[in-house]
């Protein structure tokens, strides 16, 4: 299961489903069929108009009305060629593909256009003044949204740099080496690092004042990082991935279901009984 909010809707991929939900109520405003099979390789992109949803190595175009396919695009043909990203701004539609294609595709047109952009799968990005993206090398790189240029790359981590933040004028990135780091998003220096976040695999859910929230799921963690020093406030003993925040409240996943949780109150949760 996945899922995407916008406003006081859910949008959420379940088997071979879209739903649509309300989140203040939890009642299902609109539940469809969409695909001929269930699969885990899904996940959701939501414009005005329309649902981008990412299914293997196909990119499919779904009306937000009546979550109809309108098209299709197949970006790659295998495992090799699978997406692990994607993004957007009001004009593009932007896909990482495995082996580090980087394919853009107008929104009014349905034009395809692909670069070359990494040497290894790019795991994940943001699109923000560029294109800000984590590979599988460990690098950071920094891509122009007008000409697609790669501005920056450079080595942030040992390997599978798998999530980041944009927060004011830093980066903070997550790795399966298990660091963290904060970089400068002017010169792209290394400003702090703390290894050690998780035992095992971990992203970045989001940030919250001061606090960089980071989740472990293979650990079953939750935990709250000081912004400005890395250093650890709190662990909270829970974790699924796919959560996000947005304003005071964090999404997650909790079996089949989706908790909202005030972050004041887990802030302040006591985990000692």
């Known amino acids: 299961m996945k899922f995407k909010k916008e406003g006081d809707i859910l949008y959420i991929i379940s088997e071979k489903k879209i739903l649509k939900v309300d989140v203040n109520t939890g009642d299902i405003i609109q539940s469809k069929d969409v695909f001929l099979k269930n699969s885990k390789t899904r996940d959701l992109l939501i414009d005005k108009e329309i649902i981008y949803a990412r299914d293997f190595y196909k990119l499919h175009k779904i009306d937000k009305e009546n979550l109809e396919i309108i098209k299709t695009w197949e970006l790659g043909s295998d495992l090799s060629s699978d997406i692990c990203a994607l993004g957007q701004d009001e004009n593009n539609v932007?896909?990482?593909?495995?082996?580090?294609?980087?394919?853009?595709?107008?929104?009014?047109?349905?034009?395809?256009?692909?670069?070359?952009?990494?040497?290894?799968?790019?795991?994940?990005?943001?699109?923000?003044?560029?294109?800000?993206?984590?590979?599988?090398?460990?690098?950071?790189?920094?891509?122009?949204?007008?000409?697609?240029?790669?501005?920056?790359?450079?080595?942030?981590?040992?390997?599978?740099?798998?999530?980041?933040?944009?927060?004011g004028d830093e980066i903070f990135t997550a790795s399966q080496d298990f660091s963290m780091s904060r970089i400068n998003r002017n010169t792209y220096e290394i400003i702090g690092t703390r290894k050690n976040c998780h035992k095992k695999m971990f992203y970045l859910v989001g940030y919250w004042k001061n606090y960089i929230i980071t989740m472990s799921p293979p650990c079953g963690e939750m935990k709250f990082w000081d912004m400005l020093d890395l250093s650890l406030y709190k662990t909270i003993y829970r974790a699924s991935w796919d959560s996000f925040i947005e304003g005071d409240i964090l999404y997650e996943k909790e079996g089949n279901s989706i908790v909202r949780s005030e972050l004041k109150d887990l802030i302040e949760y006591d985990n000692s009984g």
């Open 94 to 167: 932007y896909v990482a593909i495995r082996n580090g294609d980087f394919a853009v595709i107008n929104k009014s047109t349905g034009e395809v256009k692909k670069y070359p952009i990494s040497e290894s799968s790019m795991w994940d990005m943001i699109i923000s003044d560029y294109i800000y993206a984590g590979n599988v090398d460990g690098d950071l790189i920094v891509i122009d949204r007008i000409d697609f240029n790669v501005i920056c790359k450079k080595k942030i981590h040992r390997k599978n740099f798998k999530s980041l933040l944009l927060i």
